[in-house]
């Protein structure tokens, strides 16, 4: 019996020791796993992120289009402009010499970007109505001028109303319907050129004289009869 029990003890003294060999294997697993568990964690959240942690993407704000109504007189000159878009007053120097239907864009003021994105893009598109008196071909501009018909016979001068003021204009005797001038320089600016500008094109239209008095009637006669 002494044996048997010693026996006895002597293998649950073996299995306690091999309990407690796992056992402090299992602890430094444990340890080995809780040392390198930053680095795993910190790999996983720069692959795939995490949800506190997730990066959120950033997107670029939309463009937008806006149309900027001028008058032909406008464009004579840079200047100023004020608008509104979504609220917001925006101030632009408008250059001289734009076309109608010219479009130009202003970098960051269109819609704000999603998550800290880049802001788009504004488009301005100029509209630029028909002009009643001058007609606009690139930077030259043509008109049509009336001119009485004693002084397309006889000479003298007479006023042209250009976009920069009015100018006396010598008219040679004899001066024909249809005939055209050029002033140089009254056309419209080159557009981001200085000191370069197109030139106006003057076509007279001679007018016939309306209700004529018995003694103008009389001199046409005799001139008539010196043909």
Known sequence: MTSMAKTGNMQ???SNKRMHSTDHKRQEDSHSLEGTDPDFSSFFESMFGSAG???QAKFRGQ????????SLADTMQTHPQTFTINGKNIRITVPAGVENGQTIKLNGYGNPGVNGGPAGDLYISFSIPAHPVYKRLGNDLYMTAPLDLY???LGGETIIETLQGKVKLKVAPETGNGTKVRLKGKGVPVYKKDGETGDLYVTFEIKLPANLTEKQKELFTELSKLK
């Open 63 to 70: 463009d937008i289009s806006a149309e900027l109504k001028l």
């Open 12 to 14: 649950n003294n073996l």
């Open 53 to 55: 942690k997730r990066q």
């Open 151 to 153: 002084t397309a016979m």
